[in-house]
């Protein structure tokens, strides 16, 4: 099969967590941003909207909402990509039109549409050598950002990126057989033989060995439900993220 | 600005409705599908499934959940990218772990991962000359979806794209101004004036216009209210997905 140069880069990519000191200049963002905007967008309401954060203040006040996560204070760029009914709701007003954008739909129109330009832009910068990290804590603490962001209502923020110049080659981390996660015509359900399987190559791995010894764990599946991403955790940020979403408006 | 072949085919794109009835190659899909599952995925989980319609009478049965529209019968490949934190939870059963992701944190952690997927195969799919559609009804009536492609509990169907060669070379959509998109370091509401402008070529555009006579209405804005993505039918789909992300064990 011939590979494309995107292809390659796609094949090849790692996420990167430590950037170089350079900036990325305001033009090449600029440029990667307008051409992510060519992205799909339901009806062509482009319901999203992306602060760019490059101020030492700024990073300051989200990182505890990151969780801390060194990134954002060490990365020159964080891009906090939105779903945004607000922009189109205060058209619809005044052209005399009644908006009616608030509620859960809508978000997930936003959100689909919000996600599809992060990903866009991510594999531009990547193929213009710049390194990503995507922030999934975006949703488990809503607030503080919304706060420090001053989101306003029917705006939400949906993924965060942090963005440089790569300071570090990680190893490429595994992925499943990719057969697994491919159902034809319909879902087919995995027989415990057929897990034992996807998940061999994944549970093989030096580090994840280490995972499970340094968490004093039986199992990696472990790791991942006791450590990682607990049921506790997992419910306590649903909270967040359902009240959340009531407070801008997107949810009775 | 040096332009890389992504970034022009990207800044070309268009979306596809009309395909060739040659098919798409097997091999071809699932180099795409392999190389796009090395998106960024939370904590290396990869929640998601893919399921692959080819079926005359599968096309058929989800062709009245996408609102019969043509492309789903017309497409030779139809892909359901679906949130899918059943694998990973049977995986961890089967390994002594307690899962806890039948919340609604868990579904939005799937369905970025979902996304960034989709995302990433639709960029691919169009840099090797396929053209693709996704089709946002997904989520306006999930259930008939769910039933027709037997997705189990912890399993959502996210989005859906078409996906064939292109039979047609559509004009390019119009999007607005990106600089109205992107706000530095905090929102920056937008004044009347500024709405005025960033709407104004959307505004100005031929087709936007018949659109407001062949619909009867005085501003293309309520042509999106009062016709396209009214209050009523976004209040009644906002019911059918939160009841199906509660039939799916993602919603208490």
Not at 13 to 33: C, H, M, P, S, W
Not at 86 to 104: K, L
Not at 209 to 222: D, G, S, W, Y
Request: hydrophobic share 35%; aromatic share 10%; proline share 5%.
């Amino acid at each position: 099969m011939l590979k494309t140069k995107t292809m390659e880069s796609i094949k090849n990519r790692r996420t990167i967590r430590k950037y170089q000191t350079t900036d990325v200049a305001d033009e090449l963002l600029n440029d990667l941003l307008e051409t992510s905007f060519r992205a799909s967008t339901v009806g062509n309401m482009q319901v999203y909207s992306v602060i760019v954060t490059r101020d030492v203040e700024m990073k300051e006040k989200l990182s505890p909402a990151h969780y801390n996560q060194p990134m954002v204070k060490q990365a020159p760029v964080v891009l906090t990509f939105c779903a945004d009914f607000r922009r189109f709701s205060q058209w619809c007003v005044q052209r005399n039109a009644e908006p009616g954008y608030e509620n859960f739909q809508s978000f997930m129109n936003a959100a689909v549409d919000t996600l599809l330009v992060a990903q866009t832009f991510c594999t531009l910068a990547e193929d213009k050598g710049l390194g990503i990290c995507y922030l999934g804590t975006t949703t488990y603490n809503p607030q503080p950002i919304i706060d420090a962001l001053q989101l306003p209502r029917l705006v939400f923020p949906v993924t965060t990126i942090t963005l440089g110049y790569p300071a570090e080659i990680p190893d490429q981390v595994d992925r499943l057989p990719f057969q697994g996660l491919i159902h034809q015509e319909h879902y087919h359900d995995y027989t415990p033989d057929e897990l034992d399987q996807l998940y061999a190559y994944k549970e093989s791995l030096p580090q994840n060995m280490k995972f499970i010894q340094e968490n004093k764990k039986e199992t990696l599946a472990q790791v991942f439900t006791d450590v990682r991403y607990t049921k506790k955790d997992n419910e306590a940020t649903s909270v967040n993220l359902l009240n959340a979403l009531r407070a801008q408006g997107f949810l009775d």
